[in-house]
């Protein structure tokens, strides 16, 4: 924990990531944060291959058999019920050049709903 505004490597106390050096290939990795996901994860997911000749277009794609179905469930009782489903999985064509990190410390500001993830 620093105790002082800024730290001995000169990183503020509560600054913004906006991105990441990649040491191997010297370029800036752009950050993007999902505002579902659980604070104390990071997701890594490459969208392209080092390798130009792979025939991996994309690295995910979504397989969709059913895009949205809704059932409108007969009137049994006193309301009109029905549910809508998604029939899909989510295919990883390079899962090797994809990571997840979790249990990374938290930085003590709250999250609604009120999360464990970083005790």
Known sequence: MIDNA???DGVKVGAVVQ???NEV???EV??????????????IRSKTLPMPMSNISETTALATVQDFMQIQWPAIQFSYDSSIFWVSTLCHYA???SAVISGIAGSGIGTLPPSDADS
């Open 6 to 8: 800024t730290g001995s």
């Open 25 to 27: 290939t010297g370029r």
């Open 19 to 21: 991105s990441l050096l």
């Open 95 to 97: 899962p090797s050049f």
């Open 30 to 43: 752009q950050v993007s944060v999902h505002p579902w996901n659980p604070q104390g994860n990071a997701i």
